[in-house]
């Protein structure tokens, strides 16, 4: 594995070409096992991946002070991502960015984490009782004090990029990206372009699903997010298979796997794109790193592409409850 180091945006942030996502060690997809998701973050760490994602909404609080005591030791080599934006650090509390609050969650990130400074402070979900221009003034206070390095938001759409932007630059934005959930291309990409921000998608294997490892018949644990979340169904499965079937066929021709293929296709896409699949598991978080070696030519972008157009995905990507928090 080759592992390359990128630009993040255009305010010099350095990052490995892919990162890792930590979320899931802590909440939504079963059981947690500490033990095992700390040896994978070294083990990451260990095979060039230098960018970690984290936030207090996980747990809520548990991810980062994992996240934390793991990487405490070799500080200094990472760059970890943080993020604030919802009320008492719970995700079903609601949106709460009022300048108060990012204080407050920025001085907790940081005792967490075990570090003297936030190195990219994410806006979680944006909050519509708060202006972004007072969500982004905090945040650019809290850089001039040393606490935060760089400024980043998640699922904002174009009109509070470019209003954030003007107050602080604005070196990343996270939203959902991958082969079945490709909205960001629309309108998102040619601003980030325009304005020098880069692109973190997360999810960028569906969930878990891209990987081919799960179908119609496949259960989740009691505590599995995927339980209530539409696209889950065991109809919309059944019928989003086809994805699957098409992507593992590219995989199977280029002696890959679908996560391979489904983590090149993302970056392949454009060069300040950072992916951050999740996973607790070592091989599989070596598989996934497999795609960064993995070059598809523009023949084989071409033949997913028009596979992708072929097929229409089935089920919303959030419960009614939490799809107005990505509506743009």
């Known amino acids: 594995m080759t592992m390359q180091s990128v630009k993040l945006g255009s305010q010099g942030a350095f990052v490995s070409r892919m990162g890792l996502g930590c979320m899931g060690m802590s909440e939504f997809y079963g059981e947690r096992n500490d033990e095992e998701s700390a040896a994978t973050l070294l083990r990451a760490l260990d095979i060039g991946v230098t960018f970690f994602d984290t936030a207090e909404a996980y747990g809520p609080f548990a991810n980062e002070e994992l996240v934390g005591e793991a990487l405490e030791p070799v500080r200094d080599r990472v760059l970890i991502a943080t993020k604030f934006g919802f009320k008492d650090g719970k995700a079903a509390g609601g949106m709460d ?45 809290l850089i001039a004090a040393g606490k935060v390095r760089h400024f980043g938001l998640s699922e904002a759409g174009v009109d509070v990029i470019r209003r954030a932007h003007v107050v602080q630059p604005v070196t990343a934005l996270q939203s959902e990206y991958s082969l079945w959930w490709r909205e960001p291309e629309q309108k998102i990409f040619p601003v980030l372009q325009e304005l020098g921000i880069g692109f973190v998608p997360f999810s960028p294997l569906g969930r878990g699903f891209l990987t081919g490892a799960i179908d119609d018949k496949t259960t989740f644990s009691e505590n599995d997010f995927r339980n209530n979340n539409p696209r889950f169904s065991a109809d919309a499965r059944k019928a989003n298979l086809a994805l699957v079937e098409a992507v593992r066929k590219i995989a199977d021709a280029e002696k890959a796997t679908p996560a391979q293929i489904a983590l090149a296709w993302i970056l392949a896409q454009r060069p300040w794109i950072v992916p951050i699949p999740g996973t607790t598991k070592l091989h599989r978080l070596e598989e996934n790193i497999g795609a960064v070696d993995l070059d598809l030519t523009s023949a084989d972008i071409a033949q997913i592409n028009e596979v992708l157009e072929s097929i229409t995905i089935e089920g919303e990507r959030y419960p009614a409850s939490l799809q107005a928090t990505v509506n743009r």
């Open 97 to 141: 960015s009022r300048p108060e609050r990012i204080r407050e969650v920025a001085d907790a990130s940081l005792k967490r984490l075990r570090t003297d400074r936030i190195d990219l402070f994410y806006q979680h979900r944006v909050d519509p009782k708060v202006p972004i221009e007072d969500v982004a003034g905090t945040v650019r206070e």
